[in-house]
Structures are given as C-alpha cells and as structure tokens.
C-alpha cells in the first residue's frame, strides 16, 4: 500500500502555492506509507534555475561541484556549478544542457544514484515520514507548475532513499506507482537485452524504465501508457510526468484506489480523495474515479 499524489496547476497565479498545496496533500497520505517518501518539483525558480540544467543525487562525494565544474572546463565550458543539499540530495545545476550535465556527473561521480535530471525539474527522496521530510527539503515554500509525489510502504525491495519514488529515468520525466507488476523480471530482462540499464530491484524502475523507452522511440506519453498496460501484468495506478504533461492510468481491475479532480485552474489526482479537500475551489471540482485503463492526459500548453 503506497500514496500517489500530483498536482498540475493551469493558473499561474497559483504557481507560489505549489508547494504549500503539495506538502498538504502529501501529508495526508503518510498512513498509506510512511518509511519514505518522495516528490518531483517542476519549475521551481530555486531548485531548477531557467536557463540551466540540474541533476538531483543520492550518495554524492564530497567536492562534486568543483569536480563537474573541472570536467566541463575540459570540455570547454566555464558555465558555474552550483551543487546544494536537499535533505538525502544533492542538486547540481550549471547553465549547459541536462544531458551534458548528467554525462559529466557520471563520470566524477559513478558511485552516487542519479535520482532525476532535465531542466525544469527536482526530485527529492529521503527514508521517514513525510511530514519530516516535506519539513526539511522546506517543500512548502517551492513554487513551480507541477508537483508528483509518493509515500511508500515498501513490499518487495529496500526501504533507502534511491528505492523511495518517484523514479525519474528520463529528462525531466517521473513516475510513481501504487501496486505491483508482476512480470517486471521478465520485462527487466528484454529491456536489459536492449541495452537498457537499471539501478535498483525495484519493480517500479522496469515501469519507469519502459515508458522512458517508449518516449525516446517519439511515442507520447498516451501511446506509451498504452504499451505498458498491453505489457504489463499486476495491479497498479501510475502517474506519470514529464514538463508539459501530466498523466493517469490504472490496470485492468482498477483495485489500487485513485480520485481525479479537476478545475479551470487546476487537475490534481491522489489515491484517496483526503488529500485532495484542501485546495482552492474543490467544492466546484469535477470529481470522478479513473475508469480502468483509461488513459487520462493533461498538457500545459
């Protein structure tokens, strides 16, 4: 038993609230999993400057911005890096692209877990409850257009802050997921064949690792739901993120719990509907569980 909750703003007055609204939401799930927790911020002015790209870390050495900032100097670059402690991360941000970033900070750090990157986004995890965490990565204060998190209980691997959601494989994508995948080893290892590489045991990566798969073959986000549905077996809700989109999927009997709400000013989704009542205007909110294997999609733009 996990909690999902995410939250996709349309009216960028809301923008300074983000994280004020998120933390709420994220707090009311702490009875649906309480060892750790985890978000994906996207937009924050702070956490992820315009114009650069960052990389969020688990397990960062000591010294790391003037290790990235030395090899990007080899590659020609005098871009400044800037590397701040969230919590059990490390967010490194320099102004070149987020790919040329991350293949730097895999080559100074190849022991850390990079645990997202891209340029509008910053994934926080950490082991503990989420009030405590939420209080010291200081997430109410974020700002931003989109928000996703997780509290998890975890069934099947290690309860550490690189095993706690969302799982952020691809530039600036995220997901999190409620339930299982039973033939995510089968899954793991065609992917693994193509060259795909894993970082943990986690039956959520094999998803994660899937989608970010299909996105990088030009599907969309809706395609690439659909492909995992038609691949996948178990019992599962996904959200899934990306900079501009926000989506919803359940499996085929639909038993891992999931309410949508949505306003002109915003669409938000948890596993139960608590964590939805403090938002502005839920009272004139369309409310409505997800159908099973629907694919429910939202664009900024």
């Given at each position: 038993?996990?909690?999902?909750?995410?939250?996709?703003?349309?009216?960028?007055?809301?923008?300074?609230?983000?994280?004020?609204?998120?933390?709420?939401?994220?707090?009311?799930?702490?009875?649906?999993?309480?060892?750790?927790?985890?978000?994906?911020?996207?937009?924050?002015?702070?956490?992820?400057?315009?114009?650069?790209?960052?990389?969020?870390?688990?397990?960062?050495?000591?010294?790391?911005?003037?290790?990235?900032?030395?090899?990007?100097?080899?590659?020609?670059?005098?871009?400044?890096?800037?590397?701040?402690?969230?919590?059990?991360?490390?967010?490194?941000?320099?102004?070149?692209?987020?790919?040329?970033?991350?293949?730097?900070?895999?080559?100074?750090?190849?022991?850390?877990?990079?645990?997202?990157?891209?340029?509008?986004?910053?994934?926080?995890?950490?082991?503990?409850?989420?009030?405590?965490?939420?209080?010291?990565?200081?997430?109410?204060?974020?700002?931003?257009?989109?928000?996703?998190?997780?509290?998890?209980?975890?069934?099947?691997?290690?309860?550490?802050?690189?095993?706690?959601?969302?799982?952020?494989?691809?530039?600036?994508?995220?997901?999190?997921?409620?339930?299982?995948?039973?033939?995510?080893?089968?899954?793991?290892?065609?992917?693994?064949?193509?060259?795909?590489?894993?970082?943990?045991?986690?039956?959520?990566?094999?998803?994660?690792?899937?989608?970010?798969?299909?996105?990088?073959?030009?599907?969309?986000?809706?395609?690439?739901?659909?492909?995992?549905?038609?691949?996948?077996?178990?019992?599962?809700?996904?959200?899934?993120?990306?900079?501009?989109?926000?989506a919803v999927v359940r499996d085929a009997i639909a038993c891992k719990p999931a309410v949508i709400a949505e306003t002109d000013a915003w669409v938000a989704m948890a596993s139960e509907y608590r964590a939805l009542v403090g938002l502005p205007g839920i009272e004139a909110?369309?409310?409505?569980?997800?159908?099973?294997?629907?694919?429910?999609?939202?664009?900024?733009?």
């Amino acid at each position: 038993m996990c909690g999902i909750v995410g939250l996709h703003l349309r009216d960028d007055a809301l923008q300074p609230r983000l994280g004020e609204l998120v933390t709420a939401m994220l707090c009311e799930m702490s009875e649906r999993g309480a060892d750790s927790a985890g978000i994906a911020v996207y937009g924050d002015p702070t956490w992820s400057p315009p114009g650069q790209g960052s990389v969020s870390l688990v397990d960062a050495p000591e010294g790391l911005a003037d290790a990235v900032a030395a090899a990007l100097r080899d590659r020609g670059s005098d871009a400044t890096v800037t590397a701040v402690s969230i919590g059990d991360v490390v967010s490194v941000r320099a102004a070149v692209p987020s790919d040329e970033l991350l293949a730097v900070v895999r080559v100074v750090a190849p022991d850390a877990l990079v645990v997202g990157f891209g340029e509008d986004v910053t994934v926080l995890k950490g082991v503990g409850r989420p009030r405590e965490l939420a209080d010291a990565w200081g997430l109410a204060q974020a700002q931003g257009w989109q928000a996703v998190g997780h509290t998890r209980m975890a069934t099947e691997s290690a309860v550490t802050p690189g095993g706690a959601h969302p799982y952020a494989v691809g530039a600036d994508q995220c997901m999190v997921h409620n339930g299982s995948f039973a033939n995510h080893a089968t899954i793991r290892r065609l992917l693994k064949a193509s060259g795909v590489e894993f970082d943990s045991e986690n039956d959520t990566e094999v998803g994660a690792r899937f989608i970010a798969q299909q996105l990088s073959d030009g599907h969309d986000v809706a395609t690439a739901l659909k492909a995992l549905c038609a691949e996948f077996d178990g019992f599962y809700t996904l959200l899934v993120s990306n900079s501009d989109s926000f989506a919803v999927v359940r499996d085929a009997i639909a038993c891992k719990p999931a309410v949508i709400a949505e306003t002109d000013a915003w669409v938000a989704m948890a596993s139960e509907y608590r964590a939805l009542v403090g938002l502005p205007g839920i009272e004139a909110a369309r409310i409505f569980e997800p159908e099973p294997e629907q694919i429910y999609a939202w664009t900024r733009f």
